[in-house]
Each structure stands twice: as C-alpha cells, then as structure tokens.
C-alpha cells in the first residue's frame, strides 16, 4: 500500500478528532516497541498519522507531534522510555471502547486489510 493510497484513504474517511488522538497513540506505540501490529500494518499506521498530524485531535496535540517528530529521528533507550510514558498517559485520555472502536473502523474500512493482504502476497 502506498502513501498516497493511504493518502487518499483518509481523504475519503476523515477521522474525527479523537480518532486523531487514536492514530497517534498508535504512533506513539509503534515508536515505543510495544505494538504488535504487522510489519505492513506499521508502515500504513505511520502513513496514515503522518496524514492526519495536522488535523485537530482532542487532546494529544503540538507537543506529541514534536516529541513524535524527534523519535523518528532519534533513537535510544532514554527516549524510547519517555516515548513510552506518553503514549500510556495517551491510552488513559483515550478510553478503550474508543480505540477498539478505531481500530475495527479502519479495518471495516479497508486500510488495514489490505495492508495485510499485501504483506501475505509478498511472503
């Protein structure tokens, strides 16, 4: 799947903003290691919050970005530590019927699916 299928996506599914806030906890989750997504489900989280980072989310805003911004740039144990603190205080803003209900939505939707689809073909 590509950026700009990906791109386009969320173009024709704009997320409301505590969906925002969920794409980014999730960024923020495959940032700390902890995520146990696919490889090609990363990949298509990571696009799809690099699209969405600029649209108003409820309550993760400028600072994440930044210190989401500074991760992908730079890596060690200490940021990876603090980047892992952030996303568990994300988590709590963020209640769990919520999340569940993000994720099944992208799935419904197509955009994870055919992630792992494409993963699948190229195994």
């Known amino acids: 799947m590509t950026a700009a299928h990906v791109a386009r ?3 024709e599914h704009p997320l409301s903003p505590i969906q925002v806030d969920c794409a980014t906890a999730v ?3 495959i940032l700390d290691g902890k995520c ?3 490889a090609a489900e990363k990949v298509v989280m990571e696009q799809l919050y690099d699209h969405v ?5 409820l309550g993760l805003g400028e600072e994440t970005h930044r210190l989401i911004a500074t991760a992908r740039s730079i890596s060690n ?11 568990v205080l994300a988590e ?3 209640s769990r019927p919520v999340m569940k209900g993000f ?3 992208i799935r ?16």
């Open 9 to 11: 996506w969320a173009e």
């Open 27 to 29: 960024m923020l989750k």
């Open 36 to 38: 146990k997504m696919a």
């Open 53 to 57: 980072k600029t649209c108003p989310g």
């Open 77 to 87: 144990d200490g940021l990876k530590n603090f980047i892992y603190e952030k996303r």
């Open 92 to 94: 709590t803003m963020i």
């Open 103 to 105: 994720k099944a939505m």
């Open 108 to 123: 419904q939707q197509g955009l994870l699916l055919d992630a792992s689809e494409e993963e699948d073909e190229a195994a």
